[in-house]
C-alpha cells in the first residue's frame, strides 16, 4: 500500500495476468472462472490469427471479420460500420459473399449511408456471380415486385430456383430465406403470369438447413 490516491490510468498488470494463467494452466485455478479465462485467452488467439490473415490480403478472412464485428461474435466487438468496411474490402478483394452482405448494408444503412438502388445493384451481382442468399433475395423481390422493381413471375423462378440448387458455388444463406424461397416457387406454380406451370423448374430441396 502506498497511501496514495488512486490515479485513473490502467497499467497493464502483465505479472498478475502471467500468474493467473499459470494457476489456471496447473489447475490451481478451476471452475467457471478457468473456463471462462480459457475461453477468452482461446478467442484473443483465433481473433490475432485471423486479423493477421486479413491484413495479409486474405478475402475470406477480411468476410469473417466483417460477420464477427456485425454480430459482435468470438471476441470482437459489435460495430456496422467496421463491419461493413471489412465487407466491402473483402468485396473489392473478389468476395461474393462480401458483395452480397455489402448490398444489404446499402440497403439497410447498416454501417453506411442509406442507398436501396446501389444496394439492389450489388446484390444484383453477387447473384450474378453465384450468392445463393443473394439469388433469393433477388428472386423474392421480383416475385412480390418489392423496392419498386417489375413484378416478373419468370426471373423470380429463375433466381429462387438458382438459388436453392447445387449450382451456386457460393453458399451462405440460413435455413430461413430457403424456406420462404421453396414456398414462393410453390406459390409461383399456380400464378405463373405466362401461364407456363412453374413445376418442372422447382429443385429437388435435399436439406434446406
Not at 488512486?6 to 472462472?33: F, S, Y
Not at 485467452?41 to 486479413?54: N, R
Not at 442507398?115 to 433475395?137: H, P
Request: net charge negative; proline share 2%; aromatic share 6%.
Amino acid at each position: 500500500m502506498t497511501n496514495h490516491a488512486m490515479g485513473d490510468k490502467l497499467i497493464p498488470a502483465v505479472q498478475i495476468r502471467n500468474h493467473i494463467e499459470t494457476c489456471v494452466r496447473n489447475g490451481v485455478i478451476t471452475g467457471d472462472l478457468a473456463n471462462n479465462w480459457k475461453k477468452k485467452e482461446t478467442e484473443t488467439s483465433e481473433a490475432g490469427a485471423l486479423m493477421k490473415k486479413a491484413l495479409g490480403g486474405d478475402h475470406d478472412a477480411m468476410f469473417l471479420l466483417g460477420l464477427f464485428h456485425f454480430d459482435g461474435l468470438n471476441g470482437f466487438g459489435k460495430d456496422q460500420k467496421i463491419a461493413f468496411d471489412w465487407y466491402e474490402r473483402a468485396s473489392n478483394a473478389g468476395n461474393v459473399k462480401a458483395l452480397a452482405l455489402s448490398g444489404f448494408s446499402y440497403m439497410n444503412g447498416s454501417g453506411v449511408k442509406e442507398n436501396v438502388t446501389y444496394g439492389i445493384v450489388l446484390v444484383t451481382m453477387a447473384a450474378e456471380r453465384g450468392s445463393d442468399l443473394a439469388c433469393l433475395s433477388l428472386g423474392l423481390w421480383l416475385a412480390g415486385g418489392d423496392f419498386d422493381l417489375v413484378e416478373d413471375h419468370s426471373k423470380a423462378i429463375h433466381f429462387l430456383s438458382l438459388g436453392l440448387s447445387d449450382k451456386c458455388p457460393h453458399r451462405h444463406a440460413r435455413r430461413e430465406p430457403k424456406v420462404e424461397a421453396h414456398l414462393m416457387l410453390m406459390k409461383l406454380e399456380n400464378v405463373c403470369s405466362n401461364g407456363e406451370n412453374a413445376k418442372g423448374h422447382l429443385p429437388e430441396l435435399v436439406n434446406l438447413s
